[in-house]
């Protein structure tokens, strides 16, 4: 069983910076694979960044790939995600996943992942 609380999240101008934060509860963060997703009004919440066990694989959604960073601190239990040049339509609640793997794999898909955080809310205003 994980637990993940995400942190980091406020109010930002466009072409602003956030750092996302997702605290994970338990002695084996560095077996669960993690991604980042995030859900704005009326629309489905969709895939934004996944890392692997390790850190050494990730991918970012092509929405945000350039702007946006995956990264991992397994000795912290902790993920991150770096977010930069923000704009308005990254408005959303931001949700943390993880699911066990046995091999250094990343993960897209959302029914691909067992455990959620209760998600932190980013807006960005023009």
């Known amino acids: 069983q994980v637990q993940l609380v995400e942190s980091g999240g406020g109010l930002v101008q466009a072409g602003g910076s956030l750092r996302l934060s997702c605290a994970a509860s338990g002695r084996t963060f560095s077996s669960y694979a993690m991604g980042w997703f995030r859900q704005a009004p009326g629309k489905e919440r969709e895939f934004v960044a996944t890392?692997?066990?390790?850190?050494?694989?990730?991918y970012h959604a092509d929405s945000v790939k350039g702007r946006f960073t995956i990264s991992r601190d397994n000795a912290k239990n902790t993920g991150y995600l770096e977010m930069n040049s923000l704009k308005p339509t990254d408005t959303a609640v931001y949700y943390c996943?993880?699911?066990?793997?046995?091999?250094?794999?990343?993960?897209?898909?959302?029914?691909?992942?067992?455990?959620w955080g209760q998600g932190t809310q980013v807006t960005v205003s023009s």
């Open positions: 890392i692997s066990r390790s850190g050494g694989h990730t």
């Open positions: 996943a993880a699911s066990h793997v046995i091999r250094d794999d990343v993960i897209f898909a959302k029914g691909g992942y067992d455990y």
